[in-house]
Structures are given as C-alpha cells and as structure tokens.
C-alpha cells in the first residue's frame, strides 16, 4: 500500500502547525548563516562566542538549532558583530496578511 504525499508549504513550521511559522523560519534561516559565516573563519565555539558576545553554550545551541531564547534583534545583533549587513524592507502584502522572510544575499 503507498502512502498519500503531501507537498510540503516552504515552511517546515507551518506544515506543523507553529505560531508564528514565519519567524521560527527566519530565525532558522538566521542562524544557519551565523553558523556557515562561524565555520567559514573557523572559529572554535568559544571564540565564536567572544565575537558575537554570546557564551559558548549559546553558540552550541545555534548549532543544534535550539533557538528557544533567541530573538530576532539578538540574531540580527550576531550577524553586525560577524561583519555583515542587515536590510529590512516592508513592502504591501498580497492577500489578507503579511509575511516574513529572509533572502541571504
């Protein structure tokens, strides 16, 4: 017997039924690119954590993608401290409401 396949949204938090599906993407998305920006100077945790003024637990958790505790501001606080540029646009919104993404550029 085959089992039904359902295409997924994009949005691994909304297929599961998150609050707020956009930000846990974007806050994803964010630390993913804190991360591969980390690995690319090869930082150890610990002097990762001194850069971006977090503790090396914060930087564990980054990588285990356990974002409970991080905000976007804080995210976005890591990415200035790592030498990289934030742009924020607010454009009109097709459809009943918003939403938020991230384009890395």
Do not use: C, W
């Not at 295409?7 to 964010?30: H, I, W």
């Not at 505790?69 to 890591?78: A, I, N, Q, V, Y």
């Not at 009943?96 to 993404?101: I, M, R």
Request: net charge positive.
């Amino acid at each position: 017997m085959r089992g039904k396949i359902t295409r997924g949204s994009g949005n691994v938090f909304q297929d599961l039924g998150f609050d707020n599906p956009e930000e846990y993407q974007a806050k994803a998305e964010l630390a993913l690119h804190i991360i591969k920006i980390i690995e690319d100077r090869t930082l150890t945790q610990k002097e990762a954590a001194i850069v971006i003024g977090a503790t090396q637990p914060d930087i564990s958790k980054l990588k285990s993608g356990q974002l409970k505790g991080f905000t976007l501001d804080r995210l976005f606080s890591f990415l200035l401290r790592l030498n990289r540029n934030i742009q924020i646009r607010v454009t009109k919104a097709r459809g009943k409401s918003g939403k938020l993404e991230t384009v890395a550029a």
